[in-house]
């Protein structure tokens, strides 16, 4: 049986200096309108955030806007960088938000001050694809204070068996409907993001279809399941 680890790559670090997959992503309503609301529910005027993998910057922005003091973007990549300045020189946001070009893995605790929201959207396929659990284990040791918030700050993972048509060969993203659904869905695993370290390295019955929920606030959730509106994360299919 393939293991999930194997089986859930997101896209590539590299890859996320096409501008074609950071477009792909903001045309997701569902991902943004989430992450906009658990931003406006935590964020206060006292609020410094630390946004990871920040891209164009929107969820800096987001914050900028629900009035945090100070919000420090990471993006490893120049070229999201340079698009990111212009997107907050638009919005005339400045002043508040300070890009920062590298790894948030590379860069040091004392680097940045203690933050009172640290925020990450590295959610690949299965939600752990693109390594959130281990950034924000890492953030959390280095620069989140006492009595702060990390969004997302669960994440479970849920597995249904399955029949689709015309079934594909291999582990591929796709929407499937309820009605091909033979089991009822489970949780093969939960993280709580920032005191889990590592992802288990647990195994996929094949026929069987994933999916995740992202608690990113109390009563905010990302649900990527075949029963909530379709997500740019869709659900992965298990051959």
């Not at 990471?74 to 638009?90: D, R």
């Not at 993203?173 to 009822?184: A, D, F, N």
């Not at 990113?216 to 990302?222: A, F, G, R």
């Amino acid at each position: 049986m393939p293991t999930l680890r194997e089986r859930t790559e997101g896209f590539t670090l590299d890859s996320w200096r096409k501008p074609e997959n950071q477009r792909f992503i903001l045309r997701d309503r569902v991902r943004l309108s989430k992450f906009k609301e658990a931003l406006e529910k935590t964020v206060t005027s006292q609020s410094v955030v630390i946004d990871i993998g920040a891209g164009w910057g929107v969820l800096s922005i987001f914050a900028a806007k629900a009035g945090a003091k100070k919000v420090f973007a990471i993006e490893a990549h120049e070229v999201n960088i340079e698009k990111a300045k212009k997107e907050i020189a638009k919005e005339r946001l400045g002043q508040k938000i300070e890009l920062i070009r590298g790894d948030s893995f590379e860069i040091p605790r004392e680097a940045l001050p203690q933050a009172n929201v640290i925020v990450s959207e590295t959610l690949g396929f299965m939600g752990i694809g693109e390594g959130i659990v281990g950034i924000m284990h890492d953030a959390k040791l280095k620069w989140l204070s006492k009595n702060s918030m990390l969004i997302p700050r669960r994440l479970s993972l849920y597995i249904a068996s399955v029949s689709v048509p015309h079934p594909p060969k291999k582990r591929m993203m796709m929407l499937v409907s309820q009605r091909y659904l033979h089991s009822k869905p489970r949780i093969i695993e939960q993280y709580e993001l920032g005191n889990d370290k590592d992802v288990s390295n647990l195994d996929v019955p094949p026929n069987h279809v994933g999916w995740f929920v992202a608690e990113l606030h109390e009563n905010i959730v990302l649900d990527t399941s075949p029963f909530s509106p379709s997500t740019s994360w869709e659900q992965i299919y298990f051959p």
